[in-house]
Structure formats: C-alpha cells, structure tokens
C-alpha cells in the first residue's frame, strides 16, 4: 500500500483565483490519478498525471483549467484556475502501480476540501 | 449515463441486521474495487475482485464478482455501528494504467 499526503487540507478561495494542491507519495508508483468529489457524492476521475509527459484529461476536463504536474514517481500538483463557485468541491489523489498483480488498487489521500465564493 | 450503477443510495438499518449492495454495469471490467470512506477522509481501500465469481472475505463482509465480471456485491452480516460510512465501488476497464470509475456510492447508517 501507500501512504499519500495532500495540501492544502481546504481552503476558501475568491473567485478568479487559482490553488495549487500538492500530492505526496511515501514510496515510488507507476500510476496518479486525480479526482473531484462534490460534499457526498460519488468520485470522478479528472486526469492521470503521468510522470514526465502531459496529463491524460477525461472527458470535461481540460488542461487550461486544470493543470498538473508530475516531476517524479512521489509527486504531483494539480492547480485549479480561473476558479468560480462551481469548483467548490473535494479534489482527491490516489496512486497506483500498474501490472503485476496491482490489479488497477489505487491508494486515496485525505482529500482538500476547496470553497470558491 | 453511469457506467456502474450502485444500489440502494442510502441504507439505515438497525444494528445486528444483515445487507446487500449491488454494484451493476454494463460493461465487463478487468477489476473492481469496493472503497469505504468516512467524512473528512478519502476512500480506503476494502478489497479487489478480479476472476469471475469471485468470493472474498474480509471478517463480516463478503464480497462477490459476478461471473460476467459486470457485477459485484457486497454483503454485511449482523452489521454493527461502526460499519457506517460511504460504500464505493469503482471499476477498470483497462489495465492498471486506466483510473477508476466509481458507482454514486451507498451511504450506510447502522442505529444501535
């Protein structure tokens, strides 16, 4: 397993702004993922952040928006832009290693808990 | 249209009783994962399921995957307070390169 960090823990931004949220990893993985959870709801998968390459965006997502950077195989920011209060939500990350017996088991953080007014 | 379809929404029941959540697709997924996640923290991991009908245990839960590898339950028996929280299942389409897709979750209240 791994044990993942994340900061901040929340905040409350105005709008226009932007908030850059860090990852850390305690050990080296294949495999970041970052996710939005709207306050007791389900998760949905924004981006892969791939380690030396540009993210893998899903579909409603864009880079603009939301940037992300993966310098190494412990690390990963995503940076929410241009925020209005439609972004006020939970943004999680989770790590992975992909093959051998992995089986797709994504490890989660705490979550930051961001408030747009 | 949600790709894993995850049932019942929300649960209260009373203490020493027994439950079921179903997780439903469609689609036919290389891996499903159940998640179990309180307030203020993220999801933690509860098991993988991975060959069709699959059964695995994890002291009072029992987990399944169905045989087409489309759908999963996960059974609690003489559920105890303690188990309240959020139910996820979350599936993979691909390998371990793919992110997961997760049901709307279940949210469990077990009264003493």
């Known amino acids: 397993s791994a044990v993942i960090s994340q900061k901040p823990s929340r905040d409350i931004c105005q709008r226009g702004t932007s908030l850059t949220i860090q990852c850390q990893v305690d050990s080296q993985v294949t495999m970041m993922f970052w996710y939005r959870q709207q306050p007791g709801q389900s998760l949905t998968l924004i981006a892969t952040a791939n380690q030396g390459s540009e993210a893998t965006y899903e579909s409603g997502f864009v880079i603009d928006k939301f940037p992300i950077s993966r310098p190494n195989l412990t690390f990963s920011t995503l940076t929410v832009s241009n925020m209005s209060p439609e972004d006020s939500s939970i943004y999680l990350c989770s790590a992975g290693w992909d093959g051998g017996s992995s089986y797709n088991e994504q490890f989660f953080g705490p979550g930051t808990r961001l408030t747009v007014l | 249209t949600q790709l894993l379809e995850q049932s019942p929404q929300f649960l209260s029941i009373q203490e020493g009783e027994n439950l079921t959540v179903y997780c439903n697709s469609s689609s036919v997924f290389s891996s499903l994962q159940w998640y179990r996640q309180e307030p203020g923290e993220g999801p933690v991991l509860l098991v993988t399921?991975?060959?069709?009908?699959e059964v695995k245990k994890l002291k009072r839960l029992t987990f399944q995957f169905g045989d087409a590898r489309k759908d999963s339950s996960l059974h609690i028996t003489a559920a105890q307070p303690g188990d309240t929280g959020l139910y996820l299942c979350?599936?993979?389409?691909?390998?371990?390169?793919?992110?997961?897709?997760f049901g709307k979750g279940t949210h469990l209240i077990i009264q003493p």
């Open positions: 399921v991975v060959t069709g009908g």
């Open positions: 979350a599936g993979a389409i691909g390998g371990g390169a793919d992110g997961l897709t």
